[in-house]
């Protein structure tokens, strides 16, 4: 069993920064693509970004390009999501999750582990 811990969150103003981090307790093929989710109230949970962990970029939700930037480092089984220009939109809950090599990396249900999730406000 793989836990994830979250780490980062919080409120900003818009235009404004924050840096989200998610480290697995270990490492397991069902660790290779890690990423991010967020849920906003009323609304489903959508993919933000996934990185695969010999990948040197990482896969965007088209709303967060070129505003956030997803890096991992394997050596602490981490990632790191670096959000840019936030905007009130981008407020929700943001899960880590992780899953195995094999499908697209929007898919949630090949996610196998979950992380508690993270509120991150942004006010206008």
């Known amino acids: 069993q793989v836990q994830l811990m979250e780490s980062g969150g919080g409120s900003v103003q818009a235009g404004g920064s924050l840096t989200l981090a998610c480290t697995a307790s270990?490492?397991?093929?069902?660790?290779?693509?890690m990423g991010w989710f967020r849920q906003a109230p009323g609304k489903e949970r959508e993919g933000v970004a996934a990185?695969?962990?010999?990948?040197?970029?990482?896969h965007y939700a088209d709303s967060v390009k070129d505003r956030f930037t997803i890096t991992r480092d394997n050596a602490k089984d981490t990632i790191y999501l670096q959000m840019n220009n936030l905007q009130p939109e981008d407020s929700a809950t943001y899960y880590c999750?992780?899953?195995?090599?094999?499908?697209?990396?929007?898919?949630?249900?090949?996610?196998?582990?979950w992380g508690q999730g993270l509120q991150v406000s942004v006010s206008s």
């Open positions: 999750a992780a899953k195995g090599y094999d499908g697209n990396w929007e898919n949630q249900s090949l996610y196998r582990y």
């Open positions: 270990k490492w397991e093929p069902s660790t290779v693509c």
């Open positions: 990185i695969y962990s010999r990948a040197v970029a990482g």
